[in-house]
């Protein structure tokens, strides 16, 4: 398939051209799952092989101090933190988005108990660990004091009443690549007393946000996804400072103490964003996102949004010239502004499609029952490889390729 020049045009002059390099990518293949796992940056193969061989190889337990080992987790968070619009000192890296979640939540359900507001809202297709983790603490607290509500989309501001503690959303829609306006729903819910919970795992290094600008009171994320840190990569937690020493979440692990190293035989939480940690980092994981996040040095996220939109646009007004696009139903809003950074298509052969485009080294993903997610990341992905993704699967359906049996199989593990 040959590329027209126009497209090949768009990637002479794309000004983030000189970060495609920065990672290592299998050759001849199209990568359109980095919102699902990042690929390898060559700086963390590189920071991998350095804390192996030297730190952890050599000079052992001294690295704590000598390296710098127990100052990662702020410092890593300090730069998710310029990613994401928040001051220094409110974002630490440590444990999975799930757990942070509990964390959160449990602070912001304890800020709330005495205004006699216990109800958390969300949606009803938000990202499943999220309603889980509403679900664990549930089941601790009880009903008086954690309820969840989920409800659908357009409903979540007219469900804001003097009972709600919190509102608990992500950003973009994990399936349909929906983006909420943070600002405009963050606002709502502080004028009916609640606070927020944003989940930023389909968000953080995908686009530009304002956490501190738009009064975010808690924010959570995935390491592993934009942010490119690597499979199971520590996540992030979000507390403005506002809300530092007001209450301390429950996870009291030695690490969110005030004073760790005086072992104390009873907890003080750190009056910090350290009270959000709870036990030892994972140093050889968060060396690699902390050396992952040099790709972002330098780039300016709104010339990342830009691209990502094009690129996405570039897919479906591709897909949408096919005779085959009548066989799709588009999820991902066309609005720039209500877009995230993937496009989902419903297909009732979603999964057989899905496997029949791997199989042609395009690597994407589907979520039951029918949907196929196309990943859009500006850092290495081409406009060339945009459209050859599209031509692959205007072929693999034009063609019917994927009624063949090895693409209805169903895999084991985790459907990608
Ligand atoms: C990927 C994802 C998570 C993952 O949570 P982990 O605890 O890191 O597995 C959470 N929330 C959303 C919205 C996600 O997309």
Redesign the pocket.
């Known amino acids: 398939m040959k590329c027209p020049d126009s497209i090949r045009a768009l990637d002479r002059d794309d000004p983030l051209a000189h970060t495609i390099d920065q990672f290592e990518l299998p050759a001849q293949t199209q990568y359109l799952d980095g919102n ?1 796992l990042g690929p390898l940056p060559r700086a963390s193969r590189q920071r991998l092989a350095e804390v192996t061989e030297q730190q952890w190889g050599q000079d052992l337990i001294t690295s704590w101090n000598k390296h710098d080992w127990i100052n990662l987790p702020r410092k890593v968070g300090d730069r998710i933190a310029k990613l994401i619009g928040a001051a220094p000192g409110q974002v630490v890296c440590c444990d ?6 509990f964390k959160v939540l449990s602070t912001a359900l304890q800020v709330q108990a005495p205004h006699g507001r216990h109800r958390i809202i969300s949606q009803q297709d ?2 499943p ?2 309603l889980y983790m509403v679900e664990g603490l549930n089941s601790l607290l009880g009903n008086n004091r954690c309820e969840l509500v989920s409800v659908h989309a357009d409903q979540l501001i007219s469900s804001l009443d003097d009972s709600v503690a919190v509102l608990m959303l ?1 950003q ?1 829609n ?1 399936r349909t690549g929906h983006c909420h306006d943070i600002r405009t729903l963050t606002e709502a819910a502080h004028q009916a007393g609640a606070l927020v919970i944003w ?1 930023l ?2 968000s953080a290094g995908a686009m530009p946000l304002s956490l501190d600008e738009w009064q975010v009171d808690f924010a ?6 934009y942010l490119n840190g690597g499979p ?1 990569a520590p ?1 992030f937690v979000y507390a403005a400072t506002r809300h530092h020493g007001v209450s301390s979440q429950p996870l009291t692990g030695w690490m969110g103490h005030a004073k760790p190293f005086e072992f104390s035989p009873s907890y003080t939480a750190a009056p910090s964003i350290d009270q959000y940690l709870c036990g030892t980092p994972s140093v050889l994981a968060m060396s690699a996102l902390d050396a992952a996040l040099d790709v972002f040095d330098g780039v300016s996220l709104d010339v990342l949004r830009a691209k990502s939109l094009a690129l996405s646009d570039l897919f479906i007004n591709t897909l949408r010239a096919a005779d085959c696009w009548q066989e799709f139903t588009l999820l991902t809003p066309m609005e720039h502004t209500r877009r995230g950074s993937q496009v989902a298509l419903a297909h009732p052969q979603g999964y057989a499609i899905t496997q029949a485009l791997i199989a042609d080294q395009c690597v994407i993903d589907f979520r039951a029952p029918d949907v196929i997610r196309f990943g859009f990341t500006p850092l290495y992905l081409r406009y060339e490889d945009v459209w050859l993704a599209a031509q692959k699967l205007i072929r693999i359906v034009d063609t019917q390729t994927y009624l063949q049996p090895e693409y209805s199989r169903a895999k084991a593990g985790p459907v990608t």
């Open positions: 699902s999975s988005t799930s757990v942070n979640l938000n990202f660990t999220d992500t973009v994990f989940d795992a389909h959570v994320g995935c390491g592993y996804k199971g996540a």
